[in-house]
DNA sequence: GTCTATACTCCGATAGAC
DNA sequence: GTCTATCGGAGTATAGAC
């Protein structure tokens, strides 16, 4: 039961946001009942730092299957950013940035926190290694390069929810690759 | 009060966006009676409506001021992209976006996909200058660039409330900067 | 571990007096 | 135009039985 609880708190954290998600909500998706999830957890901000700390962890692995996986620096980078997403759902990590009741807790803050950074640096080191391969051009500041590609992604979900057209997103990840090579 | 209520539910939609701005708030914020509130609008979609309209508008003006501003194209396109932002408060337009309730309403949600169309048009119009003008690129889409572009400001927003710090915004877009140049 | 009962507050709105 | 009263439901939890 705990599992399942963990996991509707992740999809609905995903579809509606930490104020948009209501232990009721959880409960009723999850199939448990009040007192059991009050047995597995303290409450709504213990349960969603659970399943916030499980949406970036897999945040982290996503990124590092593609930038450590096999091919050139800047074949990797160009994986990494083609990677199939779902476009109209958002990113489940990015989104809860938006969340204030999120960030105003620094429990619930420091994995999202986390992810990024470690996202942004682990992609400005495989830029790097595409500068020294010669595949990409040595003035590009690796560190600021890589902000600008993982910040092009995630604006990339807010265009397409926007639009209400996932091509919208493959658009702006063209973009950005047009620019990169 | 009428003004003083659009005004109030502007700014908080913006802070703590549609599921977390409840009239009780707008009225604290505005100084209006829940009477006065439900005289001067038939409920929170309605008074949203009016916010989120507003909103729109004002992204579209300040984009058109920077994009049909004097200098040469790309130069344009810079000033837009340079201009200064409130990165820790989020965009209040993108912000959106990312609310189910407002996407999922079509009267709420179309001056946001307008905003971002239009702005995304206008922008692709500019770059098409530049490449005219000689100043960027030939073999670069206008409209997927522009898409680029646009989704590294948002992007950009995202990564600067994970980090907690406006630096990583400016950093975004020097980046997003120096791969246009 | 899970269930039911209970509690208190906030949400979003309506009604009618002034 | 604004105020107060009132309302049914949802949000977020605690208590105690099973």
Redesign the pocket.
Known sequence: ??ER?IESTRELLWERG????????I?QRS??????????F??????ALAAIERSAAELCERAEQELSGPGGPLERVTAYLRRERAALRGCPVGRLTQDP?VMADPALRRPVEDAFARTRARLAGVLTEAQAAGELRAGLDPAATAAALIAALQGAYVLALAAGDAGVYRQAVEGALGLLT
Chains 1, 2 share one sequence.
């Open positions: 039961m705990r609880l930490y104020v948009g998600t209501s232990p009721k909500a409960q199939g448990a009942g009040q007192g059991s999830m009050y047995h597995h303290r409450g709504k901000p213990d349960l009741d």
